[in-house]
Each structure stands twice: as structure tokens, then as C-alpha cells.
């Protein structure tokens, strides 16, 4: 599906004017505008059924029902303190994981009525980012003194890895075939490894493979595309670049002459787009094959730093 179908597309933004816009993707059309009264969002998610965006905040986790015809937020995860930094789905929309600069990596149960934390990680320092592996038994943890936590679910084992000395893990992420991982740290560096295990019960083995000077500045994401054909990091220099992971090399710059941060970067299902969020308090779409934008979606009166997409067929 292409993101110029307007059936089963979903695309939510939010920032520091404390609102999150639902927007309609194939014509840049801001649909609802929810607010977020209570802090900045600091990260996005669309569940698994798209019935749900869960935000990211200070000391709390909110999820608005996108069926619902009033526009407060329907539920409110309260336990964990400080900013929550990331979030995310099990895959069936069983459980919730969020990351938090309390130090802490929590599970919560989604499905009862408590919403309780059922599990929780404690890092040594403030928790940056939080991935789920595709085989959807271990989460990777990133930490601001840069160590990379593989917590095991079944086993609660946990490795570790510190792929630079005093450098901030900023995000990790994983491909959807689980063989790449990558991760980005403040000091514009992109690291890279082959993954092999994973499966039932083997444990993911992870092999060094590259590190990419990726950014002059501060990197802030990383992502595969659904295809595992690319990889784009943002950063504080005002770009998004294009990786081929067939060599992990330069594919193409993605900068728009407001020279403004990237925040965060979404695929469309079929690889060919790419959403940005930027400081300007504008999210673009952009060709990945040409590098020129497609579409802009103007509304927020501030830095915009999440979005969330989600155009595949259920």
C-alpha cells in the first residue's frame, strides 16, 4: 500500500506545543488535533490494530482511543517517573514497553483493566531508547553513560555491550527479518552488527559489522526500512540520511533548506517514502529514491520531534 491510499493509513505527530495531530497522509490534511496538556511528547506509537496512539511524556504514558468521537485522552499509565523517553507494541498488542530517564526499561499489561507494570528492567543510568526484537522475547535497551542492554524475557538474562566509551546511545533498532541491528549516539555515530540466533530458544548473537561516521552532530534516530533495504538516521546537523544496508553505503541526504533538527523518521509500508519530524514544527514526506519532498504537514506551533505511521494492510 502506498501512502497515497487514504484506507488503513495512519499518521499521528506531536512535540513541545503539547499537542498530537492526527493527519490524513495522502493530502496533508490535519484531521484531529488531541491535547497533551501535561508535558511535550517524546515519542509515538500506533498499535498494532490501529486503534490506539500511545505518547510518550513527562512521568506518564497516554493512549487515545482514535475511535473515539471526544478528544481527551482515554487512558493515563501512571508509575513511572521522570520523562518517558520510548515506547512500543508487542506485536498482538498484548503488553506495552517504555523506556524512562528513571533508569528503567517496564512491561505493562494492556489488556486488563489495572494496566499495570508487570516487569521491569533497572539500568544503571537514564534510559534513552527501548527496541523489540522481532521475535518479540528480547528487548534492547540504550543508556545515556552508553551501554546496550539485551534483556532476554524468557530467561531475564541480560548482556550488555558499551560499542563507544562516554558516547549517549540515542536509539536502537532492529530490521523485521532480526539479522541488523543498529545504534546512533550523541556524538553522530551509527554502529552496526549482524545478528544471528534469536529463534525459539537461541540466544541472539550479535557481530560487529560497521560504524558509520553518519552525522557531523549530536544523532537522535535510527530506523530500518520494511524492506531492510535502507536504514535512515536523523540528527542535530539538520539531516536525515539514507544508508543501503547491502554495504552500509551513503544512499542519499535528506535536508530542507530550513536547516532545522531531525527528530524522528518513519517508512511507508512499501519502503519508496519517508516521513521527518523537524524543530521547524513541520513534518515532511519525502521521495527515497529522489530525495525531493512530496508533501508537507503544517499545524504545530512548535519543535516537532514524534511521529507514528502505520499503512499496512491488517
Not at 158 to 186: F, H, K, R, W
Not at 236 to 242: E, F, G, H, M
Amino acid at each position: 500500500m502506498t501512502v497515497e491510499e487514504s484506507d488503513q493509513v495512519i499518521f499521528v505527530t506531536g512535540g513541545y506545543d503539547h499537542t498530537i495531530k492526527v493527519w490524513q497522509a495522502h493530502t496533508g490534511v490535519c484531521q484531529r488535533t488531541l491535547q497533551h496538556t501535561v508535558s511535550q511528547v517524546n515519542a509515538l506509537e500506533i498499535s498494532p490494530n490501529k486503534h490506539t496512539v500511545a505518547a510518550a511524556g513527562y512521568q506518564n504514558i497516554f493512549m487515545q482511543d482514535l475511535a473515539a468521537s471526544n478528544n481527551s485522552i482515554a487512558l493515563n499509565y501512571e508509575g513511572a517517573s521522570k520523562n518517558i523517553t520510548s515506547l512500543g507494541f508487542q506485536e498482538d498488542g498484548k503488553w506495552m514497553f517504555t523506556g524512562s530517564e528513571d533508569c528503567s526499561a517496564r512491561i505493562w499489561d494492556i489488556r486488563s483493566g489495572t494496566f499495570q507494570c508487570q516487569r521491569i528492567f533497572q539500568a544503571s543510568s537514564p534510559v534513552n531508547c527501548v527496541c523489540l526484537h522481532p521475535n518479540q522475547s528480547q528487548l534492547i535497551v540504550g543508556d545515556q553513560s552508553g551501554i546496550i542492554h539485551l534483556w532476554d524475557l524468557r530467561s531475564d538474562r541480560n548482556e550488555q555491550l558499551i560499542p563507544e566509551a562516554e558516547a549517549s546511545i540515542q536509539d536502537v533498532c532492529i530490521n523485521t527479518e532480526g539479522t541488523y541491528m543498529a545504534a546512533v549516539n550523541n556524538k553522530g555515530s551509527c554502529y552496526v552488527w549482524t545478528l544471528t540466533g534469536g529463534i525459539d530458544e537461541e540466544i541472539t548473537k550479535l557481530h560487529p559489522h560497521q560504524k558509520l561516521a553518519a552525522h557531523e552532530r549530536y544523532a537522535l534516530k535510527c530506523k530500518f526500512s520494511p524492506d531492510s533495504t535502507l536504514l535512515v538516521t536523523t540528527s542535530a546537523d539538520q539531516t536525515a540520511r539514507l544508508w543501503k544496508t547491502l554495504d552500509f553505503s551513503p544512499s542519499i541526504v535528506l535536508q530542507h533548506e530550513s536547516k532545522r533538527w531531525v527528530w524522528d523518521a518513519a517508512f511507508s509500508a512499501d519502503s519508496q517514502y519517508i516521513f521527518t519530524a523537524s524543530s521547524d514544527g513541520i513534518a515532511r514526506l519525502w521521495n527515497v529514491n529522489t530525495g525531493t519532498i512530496e508533501r508537507e504537514y503544517q499545524g504545530h506551533q512548535k519543535a516537532l520531534t514524534a511521529l507514528a505511521f502505520q499503512d499496512q494492510v491488517i
